[in-house]
């Protein structure tokens, strides 16, 4: 049982490229989540989506987007990277059935040049 | 915004001690609670929950307190060992299946 996967789990980019992070889970968990990690800041939410083709804006959205064409996946792009966005990237999923506890993948860091 | 903070951002505990992180929270409308772990590299780990209907809950070694009247819950953990150290972070429910994070309070486990 796979649970929930991250891809790649390491990532180094320069400022400007587009940047693709991966999420999987294999639980068909309705809801998704991306957060990212800093130190000082916690976790903060990027995106969720509530189910495929639903979408939805957290704390920090900006420079960021997602799609969910698919329940079982739920990229996030760095449309143009900056070195802001060099962090620890989680993607969570939770379901009403389990309650809402969310369950994490095991990160993607990014280290923006 | 949700405002969570945990007391102390360090806890240094002698192994075999019992250990206790605190966390206050500020919506009086969450009705669930999640404390989370996370170690070194990896991903934050559920570790028990608690729902507003309840004051305490145990778990293996740990226990969650409860109380909504000063909005503030407490996770303490029996005999502390060395996979303990982490990062603990206690998660409120904010509504939409949303968790309200803390910046996590960190726990050292002295042998």
């Known amino acids: 049982d796979a649970g929930i996967t991250q891809s790649p789990r390491y990532k180094i980019t320069e400022t400007g490229r587009q940047v693709t992070l991966m999420c999987h889970q294999t639980w068909s968990h309705s809801y998704m989540f991306w957060y990212r990690q800093d130190l000082g800041h916690g976790l903060r939410l990027i995106y969720y989506s509530a189910a495929a083709d639903i979408t939805d804006k957290g704390e920090v959205p900006d420079g960021y987007v997602v799609s969910r064409s698919k329940t079982e996946n739920f990229p996030l792009t760095l449309e143009s990277a900056t070195r802001s966005q060099t962090s620890v990237y989680f993607c969570?999923?939770?379901?009403?059935?389990?309650?809402?506890?969310?369950?994490f993948g095991p990160g993607t860091r990014l280290l923006v040049l | 915004g949700e405002s969570v903070g945990l007391h102390l951002p360090t806890l240094s505990v002698q192994e075999g001690d019992n250990s206790i992180i605190n966390c206050a929270y500020s919506?009086?409308?969450?009705?669930?609670f999640i404390w989370y772990k996370q170690e070194s590299g990896k991903g934050p780990q559920f570790i028990i929950d608690?729902?507003?209907?309840?004051d305490k809950r145990q778990g293996q070694r740990v226990t969650v307190l409860l109380n909504k009247t000063v909005k503030h819950l407490s996770l303490q953990i029996a005999a502390t060992q060395p996979g303990d150290s982490a990062v603990y972070f206690c998660?409120?429910?904010?509504?939409?299946?949303?968790?309200?994070f803390g910046k996590g309070n960190q726990v050292v486990v002295i042998p």
């Open positions: 919506n009086s409308a969450s009705d669930y």
């Open positions: 998660a409120p429910a904010g509504g939409n299946n949303r968790l309200a």
């Open positions: 608690i729902r507003s209907n309840m």
């Open positions: 969570a999923s939770s379901s009403p059935a389990w309650g809402e506890t969310q369950y």
